[in-house]
């Protein structure tokens, strides 16, 4: 174990990215995650590294596409409008089964909408990150500790299962400061023979490809993908649970929601309600049978996130609405209270006239 | 028997999907020969675009990307960055470079990319089936621009190597056409340059290849050449509009 430092989440988060092995680099001006580049480009060049400032979000992710083809770690970091914008390039990652790091520091929108935390890219991350049929690793830190630890993960499975990852991260998640170790661990090597590397002219050329016009063999290549996405389903699912041993109600919150939600447990336990939580910390995979077998023990689930209703729906799709969800939200950049999610576990317990 | 003429190793054997007469399959072997010739093909990443060229990952004999539309240049930068000492070009339509993708274009040039780009202009969009591209001719007519390419409402083409020109970051600019046997010659003089610079490490070099596009066009592929030679070339001279180290080596 290594010493701790105290760092900002975006820049802790930055470093990790190089002690995994990054050494490329490209990204965009935009708040809040400007910090990211920003260190980014004070620290490649000292190693050897390649930090680029694209003409666009556009751009980058076309750079890191290109990076990606030949087989090396290579990231990019944005926040929502320009998450917005690197989607075409995220669908031919998935397309192309190539791995990269995408961190999304999330911010209220919808539109340019404004520069506080939000959740409210949790559909466009774990449903609809760009055009097809296509899942993303989502990894959603709530802790300036697991900006790092998540960083290291999202490397390792892009590599292991040849998709993109991304870190669903908010402004709080980015700009608060902990002492964090970082620690990189054993970092794994995985087959690479399908990089472009050149042929050397000794093998046959490599080619990254996402185009297909056989529609039988595109069904194949989409059905195979498929197969893939329900190992990472079954072997990949990350969750934390909290005071769920004789809970009666489930909070269900990832990120900076979880941290009040945790808060509000506290204060909640101490006034004899048996309340817990179940904190996602992969949303996709999305841990659906834990909270599927939690549906038979607890009355009633609460929903606590910075968006309009986006994580409920999975909470209902995995629970299959057995029990009723509570939706407790704030948006635009607000963050709920803790107050605020303690009057929602107040309202929950009532459920079913128990107690 | 002695071998006079033979296809470059840098071709695979698959069979151009191209349409009769059209220019795409002379300079797929132009590029070719001069990978070849230059004796970097084991080392040599090509990323193709979107449009008629989008198999060109099946056409050249080394590694290759496809990269989304307009994007090659950023893709072509990231193969580029990753390890300078592959040789990396794109090959793109004019749609793909001058229309959705001329941010990438003009960027790529101001950093002074060390790629080759192979910038095939036949002025009109030819996969989706012959629809205005942003190098079709005032006057002329396409499938959306029935009426002929009115400069009042939609604007004039774009000269890609003009504009280029006046880009610092760009080492080396020449536009060339495949219409006829000594041009031919120039253009591969021009494609083989560009692939030098970048050996050398002298920076972003395009070469505009003007080419015809016989079906959507609707002309005999014979016409064609002659259309190429009577209408495009006027609108775009031939010649070398930009070559740094020319310019410094006068100096």
Redesign the interface.
């Known amino acids: 174990m290594s010493d701790k430092v105290l760092m900002k989440g975006n820049e802790a988060l930055a470093e990790a990215a190089i002690m995994a092995g990054c050494r ?1 680099y ?1 990204g965009y001006p935009i708040t809040p995650q400007t910090e990211v580049a920003a260190y980014m480009s004070k620290r490649m060049p000292k190693i050897n590294g ?1 930090f ?1 400032q ?3 979000e ?3 992710i ?9 087989g ?1 770690r ?1 990231m990019t970091s944005s926040s929502s409008p320009g998450i917005s914008l690197k989607s ?2 995220i669908s ?1 990652l998935a397309g ?1 089964d190539l791995p990269a790091l995408i961190v999304n520091v999330q911010r209220g929108g919808p539109g340019l909408g404004g520069i506080q935390p939000s959740q409210a890219d949790y559909f466009h991350a774990t449903r609809g990150a760009g055009h097809g049929d296509f899942h993303l690793l989502v990894l959603a830190p709530a802790s300036v500790q697991e900006m790092v630890n998540l960083t290291f993960k999202a490397f390792d499975l892009a590599e292991k299962y040849r998709m993109p990852a991304m870190i669903l991260s908010d402004g709080t998640m980015g700009q608060m400061m902990e002492p964090v170790s970082l620690d990189a661990g054993e970092i794994h090597e995985y087959d690479k023979s399908w990089a ?7 093998r046959k ?7 297909c016009l056989q529609p039988e063999e595109l069904e194949r290549l989409n059905v195979e993908r498929y197969e893939r996405y329900k190992i990472v389903e079954r072997d990949e699912v990350m969750y934390e649970e909290y005071m769920m041993d004789d809970a009666d109600v489930c909070i269900v919150a990832f990120g900076v929601a979880a941290r009040v939600s945790q808060n509000a447990i506290d204060k909640a336990r101490a006034a004899g309600i048996k309340v817990g939580m179940i904190r996602p910390i992969t949303l996709w995979p999305f841990p659906k049978k834990v909270l599927l077998d939690t549906a038979d023990r607890v009355k009633a689930f609460i929903s606590v996130e910075l968006s309009m209703g986006q994580l409920i729906e999975d909470i209902e799709l995995a629970t299959r609405c057995k029990k009723p969800v509570l939706l407790c939200s704030r948006v635009g950049g607000m963050i709920p209270s803790t107050d605020n999610v303690l009057d929602k576990i107040k309202e929950a317990d009532k459920i079913g006239g128990a107690n | 028997m002695a071998t006079v003429f033979s296809k470059p190793e840098a071709l695979t054997d698959a069979p151009l999907h191209y349409c009769p007469g059209c220019t795409h399959g002379i300079i797929h072997r132009l590029v070719a020969e001069a990978i070849d010739e230059l004796g970097v093909r084991g080392r040599t990443i090509g990323v193709a675009s979107v449009g008629c060229s989008v198999f060109t990952y099946n056409y050249f004999n080394c590694d290759m990307v496809q990269a989304a539309h307009g994007r090659a240049p950023a893709v072509a930068t990231g193969v580029k960055r990753s390890d300078p000492n592959n040789i990396v070009f794109t090959y793109q339509g004019d749609g793909d470079l001058a229309a959705i993708g001329t941010a990438e274009t003009v960027h790529s040039a101001a950093r002074g990319e060390n790629i080759t780009v192979i910038f095939v202009n036949n002025a009109i969009y030819g996969m989706t089936g012959g629809q205005m591209a942003p190098t079709t001719l005032p006057g002329q007519v396409t499938q959306t621009s029935p009426y002929g390419r009115d400069v009042n409402t939609v604007g004039y083409p774009v000269k890609v190597c003009e504009m280029l020109s006046k880009v610092d970051g760009a080492t080396y600019l020449e536009r060339v056409a495949v219409n006829n046997v000594k041009n031919v010659r120039a253009a591969k003089a021009a494609i083989k340059k560009a692939f030098q610079n970048q050996i050398e490490g002298k920076g972003f070099s395009l070469i505009e290849v003007l080419s015809t596009c016989p079906t959507n066009w609707g002309m005999t592929p014979d016409k064609a050449l002659g259309w190429l030679e009577e209408n495009m070339i006027p609108y775009y001279p031939l010649g070398v509009y930009k070559d740094k180290y020319a310019e410094s080596e006068v100096k």
């Open positions: 490329h490209f390649v680029l694209a003409e666009s556009i751009a980058a076309n750079m890191v596409i290109g990076v990606a083809s030949t090396k290579v075409e390039g031919y192309c472009l590397t050149g042929t050397k002219c000794e050329p490599n080619i990254i490809n996402s185009l």
